[in-house]
């Protein structure tokens, strides 16, 4: 019996278990796939916005992965804490695959970034998802103008968030604090910043025509902003999706208000490019403007600056310029990438393979690509790891995994557990008069799996 960890219960975690088990090669090999939040599916869950159904129903492929008879559950698992490091992790498991993905998010590294007003846009992600680390945090939505500084699909879901009227929100599974602070919001104005051009912006076309069909806001564009970028005038030679971002832009500025719901709605949204932020503005009392460079081509694919500068008000500000890798305890890390040093998922220490330790996903290849970009990632490091089965299987080990995490201080939650906090969610929507509506915090969460006696 090989028996193998997948650390994160995301799609690069579930991927990599479904490629294991469903391979015929290595026919007697158990996985377990372990994560430190007591609710798999990892970004899925905690970083899709509740209005993209269709995006969230994945959930429904990855739960027939998790619920195959060789694949185990076993949320409530810090992979790293005192007592479960790699060493310890390879006393239970034959083998450890780390699909942790990118923790934490970019700084921009200018003055005020840490202002009060100033977060980034991953927590303000966290906030309206749910996600139990988020518990504490409270977004009042008091500003009357909002700046998302980046054009990625992050930076389209948070003004599309700010910008969407709360009632169109109730039939998602957001909860109840999230929903009334957007209910009760006073923004009026989200600027949606870019430091490159139209045709650089990482969101993909899908995510951008969301914006021009929001019921009661406009979105406003500027054609002299465009046109700055040589690839504007003429998008044939882009991929696909960049050419299509384009001539919805281009779209945009040929109606008569710039896009979106006539002149008059309440909210506006501002999509500006060539603009890069050098300051946000503000004191102790909160922000209260970003100041931007222009930009300009620099006929290499990227900007230099131009020494001209604007300021655009915002009494919030988020920031969404990328995710980051942390680095896991036992692993080696590098710093200039933010991944761990692997080849073919094989995680190298020293230039040398690290016996029975592998990575996918992003902790693997960097933040880049979509969901389904997982899939050959994890299928490559499961591929290594299926080489290596020989090597790996006849170890010595602790006999029961479950039980081996629990003698080392752990408190796992299985499947039954799961169900349970899904039970409890549904529940708990039937009686606020809306479907699921999930539960926000790691004391709500645990009391809901133990209904089930999972043994956390």
């Known amino acids: 019996m090989l028996r193998v960890a997948v650390i994160g219960s995301g799609p690069s975690g579930v991927y990599t278990a479904q490629s ?33 159904e269709k ?15 060789r694949v185990r559950f076993v949320g409530n698992v810090e992979a790293g804490a005192p007592g479960l490091g790699v060493a310890e992790l390879r006393e239970i498991f034959d083998a450890v695959v780390f699909c942790v993905g990118a923790a934490t998010d970019r700084h921009l590294g200018i003055p005020g970034e840490d202002l009060p007003g100033s977060h980034p846009a991953t927590d303000f992600v966290a906030w309206y998802s749910a996600h139990p680390d988020a518990a504490a ?66 969101f993909t076309t899908k995510e951008l025509r969301e914006l021009g069909s929001l019921p009661g806001t406009e979105v406003l564009v ?22 299509r971002n384009v001539e919805v832009l281009r779209g945009w500025t040929e109606r008569p208000n710039g896009g979106g719901a006539p002149v008059g709605r309440r909210r506006r949204i501002h999509l500006r490019f060539f603009l890069r932020p050098v300051e946000i503005l503000g ?3 909160g922000v209260r403007a970003v100041r931007f460079e222009r930009t300009a081509p620099d006929g ?6 131009t ?4 300021e655009i008000e915002g009494q919030l500000v988020l920031r969404s310029v990328g995710y980051r890798g942390t680095p896991q305890p036992g692993l080696p890390f590098d710093e200039a990438t933010g991944t761990v040093p692997h080849i073919a998922g094989r995680v190298l220490e020293d230039g040398a393979p690290l016996p029975g330790v592998y990575v996918a996903g992003w902790i693997k290849r960097g933040p880049t690509g979509v969901i389904g970009t997982n899939r050959p990632c994890a299928k490559e490091t499961a591929q290594s790891l299926l080489t290596d089965a020989a090597a790996l299987a006849g170890r010595a080990t602790a006999g029961d995994p479950v039980a081996a995490l629990a003698r080392a201080g752990q408190r796992p939650v299985l499947w039954p ?13 039937r009686g606020l008069g809306r479907g699921t509506v999930k539960l926000t915090d790691w004391a709500g969460l645990l009391e809901a799996a133990r209904a089930a006696d999972t043994g956390c």
């Open 20 to 52: 294991l088990v469903e391979q015929e090669t290595v026919p007697d090999i158990e996985v377990y796939v372990l994560d430190r939040l007591p609710c798999p599916y990892g970004l899925v869950r905690y970083g899709v916005a509740p209005d993209h």
């Open 137 to 202: 945090t409270r977004f009042a939505l008091t500003a009357r103008s909002a700046v998302v500084i980046g054009v990625g699909n992050v930076a389209v879901d948070v003004a599309r968030m700010l910008s969407r009227a709360a009632a169109e929100l109730a039939a998602t599974d957001m909860p109840q604090g999230p929903l009334g602070a957007l209910a009760d919001s006073r923004v009026e104005d989200v600027w949606m910043v870019g430091r490159r051009g139209p045709s650089q912006a990482k």
């Open 222 to 243: 500027r054609p002299e902003e465009l046109a700055l970028d040589p690839a504007y005038r003429d998008p044939a030679g882009l991929p696909a999706v960049a050419r």
């Open 55 to 69: 995006i969230k129903s994945l959930q429904n492929n990855l739960r027939t992965v998790l619920e195959h008879p």
């Open 283 to 285: 004191d102790a009392g």
């Open 300 to 305: 290499r694919g990227g900007v230099t600056g």
């Open 307 to 310: 020494g001209r500068f604007e």
């Open 417 to 429: 557990g799961w169900l349970a906090i899904e039970a409890a969610e549904a529940e708990w929507g």
